[in-house]
Every structure is written in C-alpha cells, then in structure tokens.
T-cell receptor
Framework: QKEVEQDPGPLSVPEGAIVSLNCTYS??????FMWYRQYSRKGPELLMY????GNKEDGRFTAQVDKSSKYISLFIRDSQPSDSATYLC??????????FGAGTRLFVKA | EAGVTQSPTHLIKTRGQQATLRCSPI?????VYWYQQALGLGLQFLLW???????NRGNFPPRFSGRQFPNYSSELNVNALELEDSALYLC?????????????FGPGTRLTVT
C-alpha cells in the first residue's frame, strides 16, 4: 500500500462547477498537508499547506484535512478553464521528506 | 521576489554521457531538494542539500550526485546516463530548515537520453 493514494483521473468538469480533489494516506505521523498545481511541462506550484486537521481557504480554493479518516480534500469553486492542470497532494511529518501523490489531471471545459 | 530558477530548460544526451543540471534557490532559502518526475510517475525524491552539505538521498544509484555551493545554488550530476533517466528534474527550495513542507519548485530541466 502506498503512503499516499490519489486518483489520477482525468476529471472533466464544465466551467463554473465545484471541483473536489481527494487524497488518502496511511501514515498517521503526517502533520503538514499540501496541495500543488502543475501545468503541463512546468514545475509544481504550491497552492496552500495546512497544519494538522481543519480547513483553510484561499480565494476559490479550500483545503480540508480529516486526520481521523486520513483523508484530505481540495475544493475549487467557480472552476475556470485556467484551472486545468494536474493537482498533486503532498504530506510531511515535519521532517525532511515530503511524500507526493501521483496527481489528478483536471480539465475544465469552457 | 525571484523564484527558483533552473538551467538548462532542456537537455539532450546520449546513453553513457554525463549531464549537469543547475538550480538557484529563492533568496534566503538554504535548503535545496532535487526530484525526478518520470512520465506517468509521481515525484521521486533524489537529494537534499542544506547549508552546503548533502543531508539525505533517495533510493537512486550513486551515479546521481550533486553539490551545493556557498551561495546555496546547487548542481545535480548524472553520470553514465541510461535511457530510463529521461525525465523532468525538479529543484525545490525552502527556508524551513530540516522540514520540507512549503517547498517552492523551479520550472524543471527536461532531460532526454537517446
């Protein structure tokens, strides 16, 4: 079993839809939970990180962490074609090693 | 504030040759991480440098090596290139010391081995 599981998609939604991206994990020692956006042939861009459980909001993006279920989510409201990218979840215990999910490819259709 | 920069953007080598990739971290960041992202695979941790020292390496053979310079820029060297080394090589920097959350990535160097 991988430490971090993420559905590779692809996920296709119409413009304006609410997008839900999810990851599950097995290591209960993870304390930091990150979401990255990666456009084709580019480096990942850090969207936000959350410490421990709870929600964090930044504009149209909301990250949720449920440590009891070992489940994290990223919600994108009012999705735009420019949101079309691969979204990577990542997790860290507070140490040097960050474990990345395989990424979910998202397509937002105009 | 300038982001992480990497050079070259693309690199084409033949099997058996050596490749050198370069990375400049965000100003003030002392830790540099290198990752390999092969097609269809996730990010695989290669090397971690902090304050000029190699602190840890991932599950890669010794022909993957590097160094960090006094100005915190870093170099990744891949010797005896193999076809399966073809990938996007990403550098990331952080000012979080030994903790690698909140990493900022460069645009990557795409290495093609023929």
């Amino acid at each position: 079993q991988k430490e971090v599981e993420q559905d590779p998609g692809p996920l296709s939604v119409p413009e304006g839809a609410i997008v839900s991206l999810n990851c599950t994990y097995s290591n209960s020692a993870f304390q930091y939970f990150m979401w990255y956006r990666q456009y084709s042939r580019k480096g990942p861009e850090l969207l936000m990180y959350t410490y421990s459980s709870g929600n964090k909001e930044d504009g149209r993006f909301t990250a949720q962490v449920d440590k009891s279920s070992k489940y994290i989510s990223l919600f994108i409201r009012d999705s735009q074609p420019s949101d079309s990218a691969t979204y990577l979840c990542a997790m860290n215990t507070g140490g040097f090693k960050t474990i990345f999910g395989a990424g979910t490819r998202l397509f937002v259709k105009a | 504030e300038a982001g992480v920069t990497q050079s070259p953007t693309h690199l084409i080598k033949t099997r058996g040759q050596q490749a050198t990739l370069r990375c400049s971290p965000i100003s003030g960041h002392t830790s540099v991480y290198w990752y390999q992202q092969a097609l269809g695979l996730g990010l695989q941790f290669l090397l971690w440098y902090d304050e000029g020292e190699e602190r840890n390496r991932g599950n890669f053979p010794p022909r993957f090596s590097g160094r960090q310079f006094p100005n915190y820029s870093s170099e990744l060297n891949v010797n005896a290139l193999e076809l399966e080394d073809s990938a996007l090589y990403l550098c990331a920097s952080t000012n979080r010391g030994p903790a690698s959350y909140e990493q900022y990535f460069g645009p990557g160097t795409r290495l093609t081995v023929t």
